[in-house]
């Protein structure tokens, strides 16, 4: 499964950004998917997923940030809203078929990593 981010960029503080991982061509395994970031100097870190009971945010996003998707268009997307600058990071789409959603060995796919920077 090959996973295409996209989306990222320069936002202010407070703005709004919308992030999309796409994943070409047909795919028969239900996969569950989700972002991670990493910002420099830092491990990456959980952001957002999609379990079978729903979906899950890390405390630090929670109430900003919105995980969605369109299975038509194999695609999850990040809304991000009300951004600050220590949500500057690569940010990461990933896939799984099972395991925690939060621990980043559990996947087997992932994205390319797009960059969000958040100006203050």
């Known amino acids: 499964v090959q996973l295409q981010a996209s989306g990222g960029g320069l936002v202010q503080a407070g703005g709004s950004l919308g992030l999309s991982c796409a994943a070409p061509g047909r795919t028969y395994t239900p996969y569950l998917l989700a972002w991670f970031r990493q910002a420099p100097g830092k491990e990456r870190e959980f952001v957002a997923a999609?379990?079978?009971?729903?979906?899950h945010y890390t405390d630090f996003v929670k109430g900003r940030f919105t995980i969605s998707r369109d299975n038509a268009k194999n695609t999850v997307y990040l809304q991000m809203n009300s951004p600050n600058p220590e949500d500057t990071a690569v940010y990461y789409c990933?896939?799984?078929?099972?395991?925690?959603?939060?621990?980043?060995?559990?996947?087997?796919?992932w994205g390319q990593g797009t960059q969000v920077t958040v100006s203050s």
């Open positions: 999609f379990s079978w009971a729903g979906t």
């Open positions: 990933a896939a799984r078929i099972g395991g925690s959603y939060d621990k980043a060995d559990t996947y087997m796919y």
